[in-house]
């Protein structure tokens, strides 16, 4: 028990002093300077409730493969499935596209595969945000070597500038301009992913620490 706290601690304090030395904390009011709400909790839930009944009245009676892309789509997917009033598969992979670089590398690497055989099934790939497309491009790829029967693509954000017109998703929840924004599923070196809502970090919250820093945390805000 005495090894177990001494460890914890050790972590703690290790990730207290990182914050101190680099003079910045998460913050998770909806009032908060470090941040301003993009979509509110309420607004989300409408939204999300809408795609659920849309993805029914498409694919209600065919069963589908909900993919879930990891880990920032989690949120998003969980209640996208719960809206969903039909009989349903879920399945999880995971990918990233950085690994050290600031920069993406424009390949990505698939870090966990599906459990589920996909040939003849209608699959349904969840992604939190579309930045430049390339992982949803990667996993459109993926899954029709596999033969499935149809894919559909969901993002629950959009930044629509930020491709060609041709990456859009079959379905999305809000398109959004090109902010750094968390919540909901999406963080910031592994904060803020826990908030209701969707908000914009400011960028004098983050650009203190390198970008491919944040990378190395996490992949979340897409490629």
Sequence with gaps: MF???HEFSSHYNTLS???ENRKWQPHYSETNSAHTVLFTEKAIAARVEQLGADLTAKL???RPVLVCVLKGASFFYIDLCRCMNCAIDMDFIAVSSYGASAQSTGVVRLIKDLDNNITGRHVVIVEDIIDSGLTMQYLRQLFGA???ASITTVSFLDKASRHPESYKTDMCGFEIPDEFVVGYGLDYANYYR???YIGILKPECYKS???THLRAH???QDL
């Design 3 to 5: 090894h177990a706290w």
């Design 17 to 19: 002093s990182y914050a």
């Design 60 to 62: 209600g009676d065919k």
């Design 146 to 148: 596999r033969n499935p």
């Design 194 to 196: 826990n908030l209701p």
């Design 209 to 211: 620490v390198s970008y």
């Design 218 to 220: 996490e992949t979340s």
